[in-house]
């Protein structure tokens, strides 16, 4: 969901480039070296009220993680890690109501084919309305979520279905 604040971040005058590591909850901000005044500011006014910065050792000690092979991941990563989000979501969604329902392989595995769909559609919307700067929204929007699921499912589980979904997010 990150895709359009990264891209207005790279916008910014003294920005080169702006990245997250895999979760979305850090942002990575190049800037160059001679980058005016105010922009830590501009910065923060584009991530939001929950935006904060690092000291050069936190920030250091963050990018230990890349040396080790993680990888930071830009504006054009970030719908296709939406969709890895989603699939992997889906498999733990789809196992959690095939565990509770006693569905054979093939069952849960067509519910997760429908809770993949379910996800990336909600994700690609949330990329074109201008992408989240938290994942806070996420919680807010499961319950219309599972509502979409719950109409998915084989109509004799409908109603056990929705508390088990519930409680996952």
């Known amino acids: 969901m990150l895709a359009p ?8 005058d003294g920005v080169l480039a702006a990245h997250t590591d895999v979760t979305g909850r850090s942002v990575f901000v190049t800037v160059e070296d001679a980058a005016g005044p105010g922009l830590e500011t501009r910065v923060a006014q584009v991530l939001g009220p929950q935006a904060h910065g690092l000291t050069r050792q936190e920030g250091d000690a963050q990018l230990v993680w890349v040396q080790r092979g993680d990888r930071l ?3 054009e990563d970030m ?3 939406s969709m890895l989000e989603a699939r992997i979501l889906s498999v733990r969604i789809g ?5 509770a329902h006693a569905w054979t ?3 849960e595995r067509r519910f997760v084919w429908d ?3 379910v996800l990336a559609t909600c994700f690609e919307a949330a990329h074109d309305q201008g992408g989240k700067t938290s994942t806070a929204w996420f919680s ?3 319950p219309g979520l599972v509502d979409a699921l719950v109409q998915r499912a ?3 589980v409908q109603d056990a279905l929705r508390p088990v979904l519930l409680r996952l997010f």
Do not use: I
């Not at 891209?7 to 910014?12: G, I, K, M, T």
């Open 5 to 12: 604040v990264l891209a207005q971040l790279e916008q910014l």
């Open 95 to 99: 196992q959690a109501a095939g565990a």
């Open 115 to 117: 809770v993949m769909d």
């Open 105 to 107: 392989e093939v069952q």
């Open 79 to 81: 719908r296709a890690l």
């Open 140 to 142: 807010q929007a499961w």
């Open 73 to 75: 991941w830009g504006p």
């Open 154 to 156: 084989p109509p004799s």
